[in-house]
């Protein structure tokens, strides 16, 4: 017999390690490392640590951009940062990240390694270190950096919200499921909205906003997250099916997504990124 009493917190919280979920194995209450474990260090000034998930590939599209525009300097490293197994936990990218999620960047080029870790960080201090996709007017600036920010503060609903409840959760939660649906679907108005009347998020100029929101958001849209295009009614969102299809259609954003990638096909995936010809014989459909 299911007990469907409702849930009352308790006066103190305490961690239930068993407590389910697709995360549970990972998932704790406090930071530092787990175990010991140094990062490797490949051959360019910038090494990056990450996974190909929608805040890994915002990284691999600009660095990949980058290269495309001629920037021999963005020549990068990409290793694998399994988080399914607990990578992120190792003392030596702790050291990096200290918040022990992925992406996290270390700038080599310097006299000292430089570290970078938030996603939304490292695409500004690569923007800035080049000189590309990032307005330098300051009305085109400001405009790049509030949709970049605006992808920082808004997609949390969209992964650790929606995309908790409805794919990841041991139990479907109605509340739940209808709260952060209806905010995601709140947001791709927003863009929708904002794409009706511009190319790309910041105006004409494509930028580092269109990089941090495309993984996410492009990705719902394209049928790529949660299994949720039809129970979000996608479709409906017509400017930024356009906006999405507009930068899948670039080259690097194809060899971006598919740096430390995982799952699909072995075909589509570069798992280590060191040298251009690691896309040898790799497609993206």
Request: a negative charge; charged letters at 25%; hydrophobic letters at 40%.
């Amino acid at each position: 017999m299911t007990d469907s009493s409702p849930y009352v917190p308790p006066k103190v919280w305490t961690w239930d390690k068993d407590n389910g979920g697709a995360f549970a194995n990972i998932n704790r209450p406090i930071a530092g490392p787990t175990h010991d474990k140094e990062l490797p260090v490949g051959k360019h000034p910038l090494q990056l640590y990450s996974l190909g998930t929608p805040n890994g590939v915002k990284v691999t599209i600009l660095l990949e951009e980058l290269l495309a525009l001629g920037h021999t300097g963005a020549e990068y490293d990409a290793w694998l940062i399994n988080i399914r197994d607990g990578d992120q936990f190792g003392s030596g990218f702790v050291d990096v990240n200290p918040n022990s999620k992925i992406p996290a960047l270390l700038d080599r080029s310097g006299p000292e390694p430089l570290r970078v870790f938030e996603s939304g960080s490292i695409l500004l201090y690569l923007a800035e270190k080049f000189g590309a996709f990032l307005p330098k007017d300051i009305a085109g600036r400001t405009e790049t950096l509030n949709w970049l920010f605006w992808q920082m503060g808004s997609a949390p609903y969209l992964g650790g919200g929606f995309g908790h409840f409805y794919a990841y959760a041991p139990t479907k939660i109605e509340y739940a499921i209808d709260r952060f649906a209806m905010e995601v679907k709140r947001e791709l108005d927003v863009l929708d909205r904002r794409l009706a009347d511009n190319e790309y998020l910041a105006g004409s100029e494509y930028t580092i906003a269109d990089m941090a929101v495309f993984p996410w958001y492009g990705g719902l849209v394209k049928g790529w997250a949660y299994g949720a295009a039809e129970f979000l009614s996608v479709h409906e969102y017509q400017h930024v099916q356009r906006w999405a299809n507009q930068l899948y259609a670039r080259p690097a954003v194809k060899r971006g997504r598919m740096v430390n990638k995982v799952t699909g096909e072995p075909a589509e995936q570069v798992r280590e990124r060191h040298d251009a010809s690691d896309f040898d014989g790799k497609t993206l459909a």
